[in-house]
C-alpha cells in the first residue's frame, strides 16, 4: 500500500489548503469586522471610562489588615462561591498576607455577608472588561487606599484550586522578585499569563506600571484583553527593566522526564492536551522505524495508556501493540534527552497551561488548573477524569461538575461557532 502514500499526502495537502483559504476569509471580512464594531461600540459606554459608573459597591470585610502585601481576586459568580475557589480565599487567609475581593457580579446579601468575612475589603463592580477590568478596579482601589503597599498579586478565578502545595503557591508569589508569574506563553505573543501575577515595590512604584493602569480600557472582548491587556502588561514592565520569574517553566520537566524510562515517558504524553499528543507519538514511531498511520498510533496510545499492564501472551494484545512496547522497553539510552525534549518542546510551544498543567502537577506540584481545558477541547472528559483520578485529587467531582455546566465549545453553531474557533470566545 506505499504507492498510495504519496496520493494520500497530496490530497491532505490539498485538504489543509482550503481549510487554511477558509479560515483565513472568516478571519479577514467576518472576525475582524465584528471585533473593531464591537471595540467601537464599547468605547462609547461611559462605564468603560468612568469606575465610578463600573463600582457597585465597597464593603470593609471582617480580617483586619495584616501586612503591605495585597492579594486582589477578581470573581464571577452567580451562586456560592464552589470549593475548589474557598480554597484559595481560605489558603490567603492562612497567610499573613491580605485579600482584595473584586466580584464581577452584583452579590446577594447572603453571598455578600459570607465572603466580607473572608477578606479585607470586598468590591462589587459590574461586568466592565472582563477579568482585567476587575484587575484595573482593584488596583486602582489599593493604590488608593493603602499607598504603603509593597506588593500585589493578581489572581481570578479561571482556575481550579487544589488544596496541596497551595500554601507553597501563596509563599513562592511573595518571593523578593520584581515580577513573578505561575507559567508563560507563546501564544498571541509572548507574554506572562494573567491568572496569577505579582508584582514587587520597584514594579508597582515605577511609572511605566502607573501608566498602564490609568490608560487601560476594561473593553470585554477576548482580544482586547488578551492584547491590551495581557500582552501590554507584560512589555510594559519588561520594557522597564523588570524580567519575569516563572514559578513553573516548561524547561523544569526536562530533568524529571529525563531521568524516566523512555516508556514512562510515553505515558507522560497521555497528560498532553489531544492535539499534541499525535504528533509526538508520530515522532516516537518515526524513530523506532515503525510506519505513521492510524493503526500505529493507535497502538502506542494504548502503550501510553496501560504499558505496564501489556505482557507476553496478555489477553487481548495483538502483535503491533507487543512489537512497539517491546521497542520502548528496549529504548532507555534514548530517553535521556531526545523524547523528553520533544515534550518539553511542545509545551513551551504552545499556552503553557493548557499544555503542561498535568504533568507540572505531577512533576513539580503545581496547585492549580484552568477551568476551561474541556470547553476548548484540550481533553475529553473520560480523560480527565482518568488524570485526576491517577494524581489521587479530592475535588476530581467538583471539577468534572464544573466542566460539565460550562460544556464544550464545539457544541456552538454558526456565528457562535465561528467566533469560538477564531478564539473570540
Same mark, same amino acid.
Given at each position: ?7 494520500? !499526502? ?19 471580512? @467576518? ?64 497567610? +499573613? ?35 482585567? %477590568?476587575?484587575?484595573?478596579?482593584? @488596583? ?8 504603603? @503597599?509593597?506588593?500585589? @498579586? ?86 522597564? %527593566? ?30 498532553? +492536551?489531544? +492535539? ?22 493507535? !497502538? ?66 503545581? +496547585? ?58
Amino acid at each position: 500500500m506505499d504507492f498510495l502514500s504519496p496520493i494520500i !499526502a497530496f490530497f491532505t495537502a490539498i485538504e489543509r489548503f482550503f481549510i487554511g483559504l477558509w479560515y483565513f476569509l472568516e478571519r479577514t471580512f @467576518v472576525v475582524y469586522p465584528i471585533e473593531t464594531i464591537t471595540r467601537l461600540v464599547q468605547h462609547l459606554d461611559p462605564r468603560v471610562h468612568l469606575q465610578s459608573m463600573r463600582i457597585l459597591g465597597v464593603t470593609d470585610g471582617s480580617v483586619a489588615k495584616k501586612d503591605n502585601t495585597f492579594f486582589i481576586l477578581v470573581l464571577y459568580s452567580k451562586g456560592p462561591a464552589p470549593e475548589f475557589l474557598m480554597n484559595m480565599i481560605e489558603a490567603v487567609n492562612r497567610s +499573613p498576607h491580605n485579600l482584595i475581593l473584586v466580584s464581577n457580579f452584583p452579590l446577594s446579601s447572603l453571598q455578600k455577608a459570607q465572603l466580607s468575612e473572608k477578606c479585607l475589603v470586598l468590591i462589587e463592580r459590574k461586568n466592565i472588561g472582563r477579568d482585567f %477590568g476587575g484587575y484595573k478596579d482593584g @488596583v486602582n482601589y489599593v493604590r488608593t487606599h493603602f499607598p504603603d @503597599v509593597n506588593r500585589i @498579586v493578581l489572581v481570578n478565578d479561571s482556575l481550579f484550586f487544589f488544596r496541596k502545595s497551595l500554601d507553597k503557591l501563596i509563599s513562592d508569589l511573595n518571593a523578593p522578585h520584581d515580577f513573578i508569574g505561575v507559567t508563560e506563553t507563546q501564544e498571541f505573543h509572548y507574554h506572562v499569563q494573567s491568572f496569577l501575577l505579582s508584582f514587587g515595590p520597584a514594579v508597582i512604584q515605577h511609572p511605566l506600571f502607573e501608566k498602564f493602569w490609568d490608560k487601560y480600557r476594561p473593553i470585554s472582548t477576548r482580544y482586547w484583553t488578551i492584547h491590551r491587556g495581557e500582552v501590554r502588561l507584560t512589555r510594559q514592565i519588561t520594557k522597564a %527593566g523588570f524580567r519575569p520569574h516563572i514559578l513553573f517553566p516548561a524547561a523544569h520537566l526536562f530533568a524529571h522526564l529525563q531521568r524516566r524510562p523512555v516508556r514512562d515517558a510515553i505515558e507522560s504524553v497521555r497528560l498532553l +492536551p489531544i +492535539p499534541a499528543r499525535r504528533k509526538l507519538y508520530k515522532t516516537f514511531l518515526s524513530f523506532v522505524g515503525e510506519k505513521t498511520n492510524d493503526a500505529a498510533v493507535s !497502538a502506542i496510545e494504548a502503550v501510553a495508556y496501560g504499558v505496564r499492564r501489556i505482557s507476553p501472551g496478555g489477553r487481548g494484545n495483538d502483535g503491533r501493540l507487543l512489537q512497539i512496547n517491546n521497542q520502548a522497553a528496549g529504548m532507555e539510552q534514548w530517553s535521556l534527552g531526545i523524547f523528553p525534549d520533544r515534550i518539553v518542546s511542545a509545551i513551551g510551544r504552545k499556552n503553557q497551561m493548557h499544555y503542561g498543567a498535568f504533568l507540572f502537577m505531577k512533576h513539580l506540584g503545581l +496547585p492549580i488548573l484552568k477551568r476551561d481545558i474541556f470547553f476548548r477541547r484540550l481533553y475529553t472528559l473520560e480523560e480527565i477524569h482518568q488524570i485526576l483520578t491517577d494524581l489521587n485529587e479530592p475535588l476530581r467531582d467538583e471539577v468534572l461538575a464544573d466542566l460539565r455546566r460550562t460544556g464544550s465549545g464545539e457544541n456552538f453553531r454558526r456565528l457562535r461557532g465561528l467566533m469560538y474557533r477564531h478564539g473570540m470566545i
